[in-house]
Every structure is written in C-alpha cells, then in structure tokens.
C-alpha cells in the first residue's frame, strides 16, 4: 500500500508533518530530512510500503518507506530545490508565491 506524507511550512524551520493512513496526529519537525527520517522509522509496514511525499504544490516520485531514513537528506534537499524552482517560474510570469 501507499500512504502519502504530507509536509507543510509552519515558520521558519517548523514544518508540520501528517501521514495519511496513520491515526496519529501532524508531528512537528525541525528540518525536512529530520520529519522524514522520523516518518521512516515510524511507518510500520502494515500501514504502507511505499510513501509519496508532498511539499507545498510539489510531490516527490513513490518511495520505500524503508529508504526514508538513509535518503532524508537527499529527498529534503529535492522538496526544497523543486519548490524553489516552482516559485522561480511564478515570479518569471508575475505570480506572487508566497
């Protein structure tokens, strides 16, 4: 199964973290590598296998949970480079991103 891992910007350095399929409430991370490592960890299998993670309007390609937490650095560092280049192509058209 697939579950979705849904990231929102609370503050500089706070991000809101929620797994789809879990009954848990949003956690609260400091960093981006640090929520997905975390997710990695805590995902148990009969949950989900694999993960699709969603930063603002950008999503990441299907991932193994159990890649999550050797890959949090990597998948963070794309979520920011993909946003950036979202909210570079807003400006190049006049489109306010906040």
Not at 77 to 94: D, K, N, S, T, Y
Request: hydrophobic share 40%; with cysteine; charged share 20%.
């Amino acid at each position: 199964m697939i579950v979705r891992l849904d990231i929102q910007k609370i503050a500089p350095g706070v991000y809101a973290f929620h797994c789809s399929d879990a009954l848990e409430s949003p956690t609260t991370h400091d960093s981006l590598a640090e929520g997905i490592s975390f997710y990695g960890a805590d995902i148990p299998p009969e949950i989900g296998e694999f993960v699709n993670i969603t930063y603002g309007e950008c999503q990441l390609e299907t991932t193994p949970v159990n890649e999550l937490v050797n890959k949090a650095e990597v998948l963070a560092q794309r979520l920011v480079a993909l946003m950036a280049a979202l909210h570079e192509a807003g400006r190049q058209r006049g489109e306010y991103c906040a």
